[in-house]
């Protein structure tokens, strides 16, 4: 079975550009959780979705946003971009909302020039 | 706010020696994870421990969690070149849909 996929794998914007990051979820998972991972650190929680609606947000400003679409998939998208925003973008798939364990992808990495 | 609080964050350690990395948190939870990463991969689940005094082994690795202590540990018993990598633990809170809060990672390096 696949597992949780990322697109793209790698990424190059310039400040104040803005991108647009997909996932894919294990089939048969309907929750999905967004992480964002600076270079030497744990990741940090973005967002939760789960059947389409946002279940968690976490402490990033509003240039953050995502969705889930009917199919479970997920995009996260990143307004004004700013240097800081450079990092591994992961995403993780669960099968129910709670108390269900992560399954990670392989993230896509951002660098922000 | 949940913090975790992992330690050492660098170990460098030689082969066929064994280690304990340290996982601590700062509010009750019963579910805690265990992550390996390697350098540009994705995060590997290696241990869900889900109630106090659980104790799960894979290979050379044993992780075991006290929540009385908010106290979870990863022991690497005669460590070889493959453990080379970063781990992470990662607790939930006890308050129904609560993410993951992820510690910095202990980066270890097992040499010859």
């Known amino acids: 079975d696949a597992g949780v996929t990322q697109s793209p794998t790698h990424l190059i914007k310039t400040r104040g550009q803005h991108v647009t990051l997909r996932c894919s979820p294990i089939s048969g998972h309907k929750s999905v959780s967004w992480y964002q991972q600076v270079l030497g650190q744990g990741p940090q929680f973005i967002f939760q979705y789960y059947e389409k609606e946002e279940r968690g947000r976490g402490n990033f400003p509003d240039r953050f946003s995502a969705r889930q679409f009917p199919n479970y998939s997920s995009e996260l998208n990143v307004n004004a971009l700013l240097l800081g925003d450079s990092a591994l973008y992961l995403c993780?798939?669960?099968?129910?909302?709670?108390?269900?364990?992560?399954?990670f992808g392989n993230g896509t990495r951002l660098t922000v020039t | 706010e949940l913090k975790v609080e992992q330690n050492p964050l660098f170990l460098s350690m030689q082969e066929g020696k064994n280690y304990t990395i340290y996982c601590n948190y700062s509010?009750?939870?019963?579910?805690l994870y265990w992550y390996r990463q390697d350098p540009g991969k994705s995060l590997e689940s290696l241990f869900v421990l889900l109630s106090n005094g659980a104790v799960k082994q894979e290979g050379r690795l044993m992780a075991s969690l006290d929540t009385k202590a908010r106290l979870s540990t990863l022991h690497i018993t005669a460590a070889v070149h493959d453990l080379s990598a970063t781990y992470f633990c990662a607790v939930d809170g006890n308050l129904g849909n609560t993410p993951l809060v992820f510690g910095k990672g202990t980066r270890l390096s097992v040499i010859a």
């Open positions: 509010t009750t939870s019963d579910r």
């Open positions: 993780a798939s669960s099968l129910i909302l709670y108390n269900s364990p992560l399954h």
